[in-house]
T-cell receptor, first 113, second 109 residues
Framework: DGGITQSPKYLFRKEGQNVTLSCEQN?????MYWYRQDPGQGLRLIYY???????QKGDIAEGYSVSREKKESFPLTVTSAQKNPTAFYLC????????????FGSGTRLTVV | KNEVEQSPQNLTAQEGEFITINCSYS?????LHWLQQHPGGGIVSLFM???GKKKHGRLIATINIQEKHSSLHITASHPRDSAVYIC???????????FGKGTKLSVKP
């Protein structure tokens, strides 16, 4: 079945360590997105990519990095520069342009201790 | 002021009740999405609208572009409808979404 796979579901890291969250899709979607969700707040865009080897910063990109070496994969690295990394992270994909629905992953809950 | 406002924030209903969740937005949009998030976090896309009305089973979504307002209705609500319902808008053609904070719905048997 087509979909988005995010792994792991839960992740614990020590403060100061970089951590990479995985996102893979087999929907042949061109666009992929990373969002962050905090309690009581709407999802906020971290980074997005519309084509391989190209990506743009979203509203809260500081302290994060991404790569898009393959169409299917859009990993997110939470660096030690991210001041408050504990959050729920969602990956999504869509076709390009209006009219292509979004597909969301099941999310990764990151806790930094 | 948030660009996407949902109301109510929390909603408790008895099984069988008709439910309405509202979404107002302040930007020009190319499409509006209604999403459902269950405990555990996974999100499912329910509707994408650019005009008019859509129906899927017991769910109905409407949008009024002139008034910048959309509603999600659930008829004959059931405890399995308990979830957070999120409104999101596409402000342009790039596909990025601006999200509301969500409405937490709890349907009691």
């Amino acid at each position: 079945d087509g979909g988005i796979t995010q792994s792991p579901k839960y992740l614990f890291r020590k403060e100061g360590q970089n951590v990479t969250l995985s996102c893979e899709q087999n929907l042949n979607h061109d666009a992929m997105y990373w969002y962050r969700q905090d309690p009581g707040q709407g999802l906020r865009l971290i980074y997005y990519s519309q084509i391989v080897n190209d990506f743009q910063k979203g509203d809260i990109a500081e302290g994060y990095s991404v790569s898009r070496e393959k169409k299917e994969s859009f990993p997110l690295t939470v660096t030690s520069a991210q001041k408050n990394p504990t959050a729920f992270y969602l990956c999504a994909s869509s076709g390009l342009g209006t009219g292509f629905g979004y597909t969301f992953g099941s999310g990764t809950r990151l806790t930094v201790v | 002021k948030n660009e996407v406002e949902q109301s109510p924030q929390n909603l408790t209903a008895q099984e069988g009740e008709f439910i309405t969740i509202n979404c107002s937005y302040s930007v020009g949009i190319s499409a509006l999405h209604w999403l459902q998030q269950h405990p555990g976090g996974g999100i499912v896309s329910l509707f994408m609208l650019s005009s008019g009305k859509k129906k899927h089973g017991r769910l109905i979504a409407t949008i009024n572009i002139q008034e910048k307002h959309s509603s999600l209705h659930i008829t004959a609500s059931h405890p399995r409808d308990s979830a957070v319902y999120i409104c999101a808008v596409e402000p342009g053609s790039q596909g990025n979404l601006i999200f509301g904070k969500g409405t937490k719905l709890s349907v009691k048997p």
